[in-house]
């Protein structure tokens, strides 16, 4: 590939119905793209946002459409769709395909050719019990002794043990990978312990380093950071300060995080690691160090690193589909409708139609920290829909205690959503290795099987044979549930014959399902 392939501009008529999704997830309410104008530049990853620090996450040079059609690029375009019928695509290298006639050719067909699966997943307990964050109990503050009762506070309240991950300020600076030991005086005793009660343990980190750390000396000194025009270290504001970074695309520099991680797990038993941040947005392409790699070369390497850790979360991704990475989508607000709750299914079904397949929901009811900053009540309604959505995706993952926010009927509600779960972990792990093996995404849209389904945004399919229908509504007493071709199930016993449209009554603890009948 050359330093500066030619740019063209492809332009495809639409067809019929036809309906393309991908692209970046934050754009997941947004799709279905095809008749209404919509614009995305997948280098900056901006766009459609008006601020495109809003709803960073994964992205992908990837289109595909329920007509059977794909678009693919190794590099960035940029697309748009002008609202007429027509698809205009701009960048270098790009493939326009054809894998039959409908989404789930397309995706298996570009899949194949461009993104195979690896055949290996994340951890398997990352699926196989819900996933605990210390983030929202304890933001920017965990301790050793806090971190122990939470995890205590969980086998006490009668949930499995599970993947716990300790999050923001575990540490004495950014980019130096020790622990705080004002704050945890001996954390080995920490994971002994936390091991022993069934929880392995994940640390959380970004690829920033503060300035005038030692760290950020050593790395300056050994050429390993981002440098602007004037050869100088680039500081750049993120969410909490303003730090430097490495340089993730030098083998040097990865090298020497890589031993850091390491020793953070020979020493201390730790198990993986939470890769945060490595968005596009913290990258500018007149960086001097990133001209060549670009801001996607970049949030690939950070992609890249985190798979070689069986333990791993990212929440910003560039391409990597069916690659072994756990991907969760970026911190929801806690409230109802679109951004909140309303954005978990179909960001997730763009998460799984570029090809992250192992994808987890936000932290329920929600992992905006503002929330608790600002000390607003509980919608205890609200975090029971959010944890019986999340319970029949690929990962569900608690942050905020459930046994400490909610009253005892509130809490029994999120406890037999996490029982469902459980009781569904058969079939839900042969889709884990069904992807691993074809890199099929686990949650699907009913438009993957079924045409005419393109715009369902409120319900979603695992795998093939089982329909979700999350109440996603606040006060609801009645679900509407498009049900497509087929028969299908209820736990009841309740057969239903699609394509037809049923309401259903609900309560607190509905969490509507079904299964796939064979004919």
Not at 90 to 112: F, K, M, N, P, W
């Amino acid at each position: 590939m050359s330093q500066n392939p030619p740019v063209t501009t492809i332009q495809l008529e639409l067809t019929d119905g036809e309906c393309w999704w991908g692209g970046a997830v934050p754009d997941g309410q947004v799709m279905p793209f095809g008749r209404r104008p919509h614009t995305r530049n997948l280098a900056t990853n901006a766009g459609l946002l008006a601020n495109p620090d809003d709803g960073a996450n994964q992205s992908a040079p990837l289109l595909v459409s329920n007509s059977g059609r794909f678009v693919w690029s190794e590099l960035p375009f940029t697309f748009s769709f002008d609202g007429t019928g027509q698809l205009e695509v701009i960048g270098s290298d790009v493939v326009v395909g054809a894998g039959g006639d409908s989404l789930a050719d397309a995706y298996r067909a570009v899949s194949r050719a461009f993104f195979p699966p690896a055949g290996t997943t994340p951890a398997e307990v990352m699926f196989t019990s819900p996933q605990y964050n210390t983030w929202m109990e304890m933001p920017y503050r965990p301790t050793q002794d806090a971190v122990l009762v939470y995890a205590r506070g969980i086998l006490d309240a009668g949930f499995p043990p599970g993947l716990l991950m300790i999050d923001d300020r575990w540490s004495r600076d950014y980019g130096t990978w020790e622990f705080d030991t004002a704050q945890f005086p001996d954390p080995r005793a920490m994971v002994d312990q936390l091991h022993e009660w069934g929880f392995p343990v994940m640390l959380w980190l970004v690829p920033f380093l503060s300035p005038d750390s030692a760290n950020f000396r050593l790395a300056r000194k050994a050429g390993w950071l981002i440098c602007g025009a004037d050869g100088e270290p680039v500081i750049r504001k993120w969410w909490n300060g303003y730090s430097a970074a490495p340089d993730l695309t030098d083998p040097a520099a990865l090298d020497w995080l890589r031993g850091e991680l390491r020793r953070l797990q020979d020493d201390f038993g730790v198990d993986g690691f939470k890769f945060d941040a490595g968005d596009l947005r913290d990258y500018r392409l007149d960086d001097r160090t990133v001209a060549g790699s670009g801001p996607t070369g970049q949030c690939e390497a950070w992609a890249r690193f985190a798979a070689e850790f069986d333990y791993n979360e990212l929440r910003a991704c560039w391409k990597l589909g069916g690659q072994p990475l756990a991907q969760r989508l970026h911190d929801k607000p806690c409230r109802w409708g679109p951004g909140g709750l309303g954005s978990l299914i179909p960001e997730s079904i763009a998460q799984g139609l570029i090809g992250d397949v192992f994808n987890c929901p936000d932290m329920i009811g929600g992992g905006d920290v503002a929330y608790v900053l600002d000390g607003a009540p509980v919608d205890q309604e609200l975090f029971v829909r959010f944890a019986q959505c999340a319970a029949l995706f690929p990962m569900m993952q608690f942050s905020m205690a459930p046994w400490r926010v909610l009253d005892n009927e509130h809490f029994a509600a999120v406890k037999a959503a996490v029982e469902l779960r459980q009781s569904l972990l058969p079939e839900i792990m042969a889709l884990v290795a069904h992807a691993a093996r074809t890199g099929e995404p686990i949650l699907r849209p009913l438009a993957y099987h079924h045409r005419g389904y393109e715009r369902v945004h409120d319900q979603f399919l695992l795998g093939e044979d089982l329909l979700v229908a999350p109440v996603l509504e606040p006060a609801a007493t009645s679900r509407t549930v498009l049900v497509p071709p087929g028969r299908w199930t209820d736990p009841a016993g309740s057969v239903v014959e699609g394509p037809t449209e049923i309401t259903i009554p609900v309560n607190l603890r509905s969490v509507p399902w079904w299964r796939r009948l064979e004919p």
